[in-house]
């Protein structure tokens, strides 16, 4: 069955500080791995996407990681902001279905 | 910016009632997608939908639930006979370039 399991479940950090959240996954076979950012209420909105031969991919002060032999990917937050308070969310598809399978999220409390 | 909208942003209903979910896509996109977020559970896929048909479905989307694109901008998930653990945000998204998904805010769908 694909799963995908984030870590840690909660994270409380304080302001301009670095963090990185994890995601391993066992969804086979691999297409690609997305990372959301959803603030409480809203619909998620998109960071990053990588695809299999790709394993790095910056977006801001977003950098996600993605190593496909150990099936596991990060997110590194760089000089957190007080805006960055959000559920963080690793989405993977698999090639051949598009039906993706969400992880329950990390969710990040940016303290001032 | 072009954005997924939907309507109604909050739906209560009594258990048995037809509810139907309202959603326009951004307007070049090609690929749409249903899913649901129970209160403090992850994101789970619903239904994908393109060339006018259904694409792909989860073990969620049964009878009870079906999507239609009636026009050239709505596209609609009706659930025929609410229940109570129908309660839910629902989210809509559209696609344009392969990966990229755009999710709409969401409609909180409460049933009594």
């Known amino acids: 069955k694909n799963q995908v399991e984030q870590s840690p479940q909660s994270l409380i950090i304080l302001e301009g500080k670095n963090c990185t959240l994890q995601?391993?996954?066992?969804?086979?076979?691999?297409?690609?791995l997305r990372w959301y950012k959803q603030d409480t209420g809203r619909g998620p909105v998109s960071l990053t996407i990588m695809t299999f031969s790709e394993n790095t991919k910056s977006n801001g002060r977003y950098t996600a990681t993605l190593d496909a032999d150990t099936k596991q990917s990060s997110l590194h937050i760089t000089a957190s902001q007080l805006s960055d308070s959000a559920s963080y969310i690793c989405v993977v598809s698999s090639g051949g279905s598009y039906i993706p399978t969400f992880g329950r999220g990390t969710s990040l409390i940016v303290h001032p | 910016e072009p954005e997924v909208t939907q309507t109604p942003s909050h739906q209560v209903t009594q258990m048995g009632q037809e509810v139907i979910l309202r959603c326009v896509p951004i307007?070049?996109?090609?690929?749409f997608y249903w899913y649901r977020q129970i209160l403090g559970q992850k994101v789970e896929f619903l239904v994908s939908f393109y060339n006018n048909e259904i694409s792909e479905k989860s073990e969620i989307f049964d009878d009870q639930f079906s999507v239609e694109r009636p026009d050239g901008s709505n596209f609609t998930l009706k659930i025929r006979s609410t229940k109570l653990e129908d309660s839910a945000m629902y989210f809509c998204?559209?696609?344009?370039?392969?990966?990229?998904?755009?999710f709409g805010p969401g409609t909180r769908l409460t049933v009594t």
């Open positions: 995601c391993n996954y066992t969804v086979s076979p691999f297409s690609n």
């Open positions: 998204a559209s696609t344009g370039s392969l990966y990229e998904q755009y």
């Open positions: 307007s070049n996109h090609l690929y």
